[in-house]
Structures are given as C-alpha cells and as structure tokens.
C-alpha cells in the first residue's frame, strides 16, 4: 500500500472520527453530577463517621469518583481505545505504591522512636513529640528591633 | 528499496493529493499526528500526577501525625470562598470541554466563547485566590517560619498553612499557565488556524486543564473541609 493511499484513508478515517459525535448532553450530565458530589463532599465534612482518618478517606473516596467522572466524560477517556487510560492508570498506580510504602515505613518509624517498642500495641499509643507554637516567635513591635528568636523546640520540625 | 521511498518532488505536494498544512511530515494521517500528540499530552499529564502526588503525600503524614493542628488552622480558611472556587473550576472545565467539541465540529463562533468563558473563569478562581491569599498575608497566617498570627491555639498550624500554601501556590501556577496557553489558542482561533480537520492544541489543553480541575477537586477537601 502507497504511503499516499494510507495518508488519505488516514484522512477519510480521522473526518469520520471527528465529525459524527455531539456530547453535549454527556457533558451535562457530567457536570451536573459534579454539582450533586460536591454538595456530597460538603455535606459528609459535617457528618462525624468515626474517625478524623474516615472522613478523610470518605472525602477522598468521593473525590476520586468525581475525578473518575472529569477523566472519563471531559477528558474523552470513555471514548478512546485503551492506551491512554493504561497510560493515566499507570501513573494512579505507581502514586499508590509511592503513597503507600512511603506510608507504610512513616508509621512503622514510631517503634524504633518509641521507648520500649518490644510489645505489640506500642506503636499505636506512641505520641510524637510536641511540636513548637511557631518556628520563631512572631517579631516584636516595640522599640522596632527586628530580632526573633528561634524556640528551643524549632529543631522538632524537621521531620 | 520499499514503497517508503518518497520520488523527488514529494508526495503530497500536488494538489490534488496534497496533505493538510498542519500534517508534518513522519506522520502518516493526520488522525496519527493527532493520537500521537494526544498520548504526547497523556504523558506529560503523567508527570503532572507525580508532582502533586508529592504534596499530597506530605499533607498526608502531617495531617495523620498532628490532627489537632489541622483541624485548628482550617478554620482560618473560608469555606464558602473554596466552594465557590470549586463551582467555577467546574464549570470551567464543562466549558472547555464545549470549546474542545465546538473546534471538532467546526464551530468557530462557538469555540471562542467557550474560550473566552473559560479564560475568564480562571481569572475568576485567581480573583478569588487573591483575595484568600491577601487576607492570610495580612494576618500572618504564612507558610513555615513567616507563620506570626498571634491567636495560634494549637502547636503546629504552621504546617497546614505550609502545605495551604504550596498545595494552592503549585495549583495557582498551574491555573495561570493554563490562562496564558488559552489567551493564545483564542489568538490563533481568531486567526483562523483551527478547523475541525485540525484542532490538537484546543484538544490538548482541554485535557490539561481538567487535569487542573481534577487536581482541586482532591484540594477542596483537604484545604478546607478538614473535620
């Protein structure tokens, strides 16, 4: 087959792609359902499930369908073949392994801090250590020096 | 040699079998150049995740580790203004996702108020950021060491503020960049340089700014819906 032939069937096939479909009435229903997961979220933040952690995971999990909608419907990811969304998941995953080990080696950490780490259940009851009310002390006003102190407890930030 | 093998003169350069204007030359169709540009963006967009997924990561461990902190500090955010931010956002990526189709279907009029509409959506939500950041500034509500507010309750406020700032800064950027790259697509628009032969560079900043989009709608409750 002549490159000239592929160009034009390439061409006749890309009018074909370009031209037959209006989304609109998707694209409403996007955002309208958008609207709808917003007021979701506002509303499941006033709601106590529990635990400062649930509504976090809460709020993410509705955060990720409303994603879920914006890739899909807005981003044309419904419509594609499959290689871009291999390429879009790809990314989800490898922040997932990121998050999670690096997750998984921050909590683990407080049974080396921790004092007496032997017995199971350490860990949970470790408290970190207080942190510092500012970095350093807000600046003074009077006599109009500009010195500022570092609290003692300003080297507890760093991690 | 093979049937790739292009006779002096080129092909495509006759009338009759010419290619388009915007068709380069290692791409087959234009259909090609457009997937390959499409999957160009995708990756890109890829980085993108990988940034923020950073910042998210860090808020993560801080937020796990000094709840109290947290939950004290947001209150300093205005809720309603992130609401109203988040409806904006949303309808801007409705509009330009209109605007994407509008170029498709070779609606010109149709594409540039889309466009218009979404520019000036995203100068709406950096308004609105402005008026946030000001007011934050002006109370030393700051990121790290330039944290000075004198009503500190809880230990530690600086660090959502740290993570307010650069999660919302690195998303503001973004938000900018993505105004600046609109105000050109509507520059070319008006020139006459998209049809619905041709139209990859609204395509692809549409999917760049609902990557933006997408990105606040995970801000929105972490910022300021901490409970």
Known sequence: MSLEKQTMEGMRHHGEETHTHDHTKWYIGTIIALFLLTAVTVLAAGVDFGSNTTNLIIAMVI?????????????????????????????????????????????????????????????AGYEPPPLPMYVREPQKTEGGTTETTPTPAGGETAH | MSDIAIPAGGHGHQDA????????????????Q?????????????????LFSGLFLVYFILQAKHPQAFIEAHHHLDRNLGLLNTIVL???SFTMVMAVQSAALNRVKATLGFLYTTF??????????YFEYSHKIHDGLLLGNLFSYAGAKVPGEYLFFSMYFMMTGVHGIHILA???????????THKGDYSG????????????????????????PLLYLVS
Request: aromatic letters at 16%.
């Open chain 2, 197 to 220: 032969e041709y139209y990859t560079p609204i395509d692809l900043t549409g999917l760049y700014w609902h990557l933006v989009d997408l990105i606040w709608i995970y801000l929105f």
């Open chain 2, 34 to 50: 457009f997937e390959a540009s499409k999957m160009g963006m995708w990756l890109f967009l890829v980085t993108e995740i990988l």
């Open chain 2, 17 to 32: 079998h010419g290619h388009p204007k915007h068709l380069q030359h290692h791409f087959h169709s234009s259909a090609q």
């Open chain 2, 90 to 92: 949303l309808i801007s």
């Open chain 2, 120 to 129: 000036t959506l995203g100068g709406v939500f950096m308004v609105v950021k």
């Open chain 1, 63 to 123: 955060a990720t369908v409303k994603a879920s909608l914006v890739a899909l419907f807005f981003m044309h990811l419904r419509w594609e073949k499959g290689m871009n969304a291999i390429i879009f998941l790809s990314s989800i995953f490898f922040v997932g392994v990121f998050m999670i080990f690096t997750l998984f080696d921050i909590n683990t950490r407080a049974k080396i801090e921790a004092a007496g780490p032997s017995e199971p259940g350490a860990a």
């Open chain 2, 178 to 188: 993505g105004m600046g790259v609109i105000a050109y697509l509507i520059w070319r």
